[in-house]
């Protein structure tokens, strides 16, 4: 078979199994593990697969982001190794940017010690922990709330982030892949872009859980990231994938 065929075959498999593993294809395809590996790579550069470990499987679509109380009773340790690492990518003096998200409260906790920083964020947890245990300098960036994820979303959010040279910026995402990362409305992929448009540096803070999910709206392409930190249940292939595609992946352990 050439290429476009075999891609075919791998995705009538998994539109039939939902998974498949790389042995399995390698016997299906007739051909040797590094042609399927090819294959996958393609097909995962297209959003059309994703790699897990030992094998393959179609992205998980999302409609919807969780809460921020449901968000936040999942995976904690994770969360707090992600943050620990992130923190020491903060400078003296940074103005930081800390995305909506529990991850980046996490880091939120990691840095409200600090007196030397200007904080800036468009989450409502991360505002009021701030305010209330921390001398740093801080920013609200005002506009419509979404209650459910006690955040600010919209053209108004990202014109205030556009009046800030902000140093060093942490972004947090519900849903990525091998492209880059994924949104469930055009009101938060626009806070998104000013972002990492009006930031020195965006760093990518986000649990292993996420990869392999896809929302309705296309976000952030990888190449705009310095680096995603995440933990080390990232699957194998996963970290090559993305590694292939440009990206720095920092792991952390969430025992340690």
Sequence with gaps: MIPVERQRTILRVLAEQGTASIADL???????????????????????????????????????????????????????????????????????????????????????????????????????????????????????VDRANLSTEGELVADAIGRFNIDVAFLSTPAFDARGTSIASAAKRTVKDAIVDHATTTHLVTDSSKYGRVMAHRSVKLGRFEALITDSGLSEAARDSLREAGLKVVLVDPAD
């Design 26 to 144: 390698v016997t299906l395809l007739d051909v040797s593990h590094m042609t399927v590996r090819r294959d996958i790579a393609t097909l995962e550069a297209q959003g059309r697969v994703s790699s897990v470990s030992g094998g393959v499987a179609l992205p998980s679509r999302l409609a919807l982001d969780d809460s921020h109380a449901t968000k936040a009773e999942l995976r904690p340790g994770e969360k707090r190794a992600i943050a620990r690492r992130a923190a020491e990518f903060v400078g003296p003096g940074n103005l930081v940017f800390l995305d909506a998200g529990t991850t980046t409260l996490a880091i939120a906790e990691e840095i409200a010690d600090r007196a030397d920083l200007v904080v800036v964020t468009n989450d409502l947890v991360i505002a009021r922990l701030l305010a209330e245990r921390s001398t740093s300098e801080l920013y609200l960036a005002a506009g419509q």
